[in-house]
Structures are given as C-alpha cells and as structure tokens.
C-alpha cells in the first residue's frame, strides 16, 4: 500500500468497516478536515478562507499545539467549527504500545475538554486494533477520510494537490488538508481554488458533528 491514498479503496474500507470514512447524506454535504494544528497564521488564514465562503470544517488537533497556541484554538471553536483528537504528541500508533498511546491520547483530550468531542483521527492513518478497541470502549468515532489531498507532501505540486481534491470529491466524502508548515505551499494554492469550485457546484462544507460507522 501507498504511503498515501488519494481515494481510498473500496476493499480497504470494508476490511475496517469500523472506521468513519465518509458521511453519505442526500444533501450533498462535505467534510473539510485539517490536520495537525493549531498553527500560528497558517490555521487563522484557513479559518479566514472558509469564511469567505460559510464553509464550516473539523479540526483534528494535537494537544500540544492547543497548549501552545490556546488563542488559536479559540478562534476554531468560536467560528462554530467542530474539533477532534489528534493524540497530544502526533504519536505514529503503529510505533508505540497501546498503554502509552491511549496515554497519550488521554492527554490530547485534556486540551480539547471544553468541545467535549468523541471524534479521534490517528495520526498517519496508522493505528493498532488493540487501540482501535480500547478508543472505541471509550466512546470514540475513529475519523479517516475517502480523499486525501496530499498537501503534506513536499514532491507533489500545488496543482496536483488540487487535481486530487476536485477529481474525487463527492456528496459524503471526507477530505483531508493539514494547517501545517509543512503543507502550507499546497494548502495555500489549493483551498481557495477548491472553496470556489465546490460552492459553483453546489456542495455544502459542513462541519462532523456526528459520524455513524458503517459495515
């Protein structure tokens, strides 16, 4: 399997048919998500951008950063968007026992307290089963995603990273972005384009508020 997915493969989402990987609804609603903040001027300048539009999203935030940046973090929820789990530390699951990472998402639910959130999103994509069960035990919504624009990746082009976001959406899907550093030259070129493409088409960016799994 590719480091990453730009549609996710139909067997794949069976086999996990546990994960949250879209939301089909008949309204034709997507999901915007972001990745990795908050992120001082980056993630204020996304926020800026879906206002353009009254585009609403989720961001999947790490504890750190809410730490680091509370200010930041405030502005997200004040805009009416909704917040999930990121773990506190960007911990990789496939890496780190399953004791130490609920650890660590534990905390990452100790920033987040006030949005009393139940959506989780691990990190790379990359999660044991003996995580999965115990976040699910908890009460959590493990939040993946049907298309993945790529922004993260340093030798795709901007254009590309908008060529994988208008070719695959559709009504339901979940789309991830990152407000990061690191995908900000992406991120930059390709959410505006995308925010006025989609608003031509007539989808609606909305934020999850709940996500029901299905088999």
Known sequence: MSCYWVKTNILVKKL???????????????????????TPKITEWVLQELKKYNAKATFFCIGNNIEKHPEIFEKIVSNGHSIGNHTFNHWNGWKTSTEDYLENVALGEIAISNSKSTFFRPPYGKIKASQVKKLRQLGYQIILWDVLSGD??????PEKCLENVLKNVKSGSIIVFHDSVKAFPN?????PKALQYWTKKGFVCD?????????
Do not use: C, M
Request: no cysteine.
């Open 187 to 191: 991120l930059e070129y390709t959410l």
């Open 16 to 38: 996990f048919s546990h994960y949250v990987w879209a939301i089909p609804n008949t309204e034709n609603k997507i999901y915007l998500t972001f990745d990795d903040g908050p």
């Open 207 to 215: 934020a999850i508020k709940y996500a029901r799994e299905r088999g």
């Open 152 to 157: 993260f990746d340093t030798q795709i082009s």
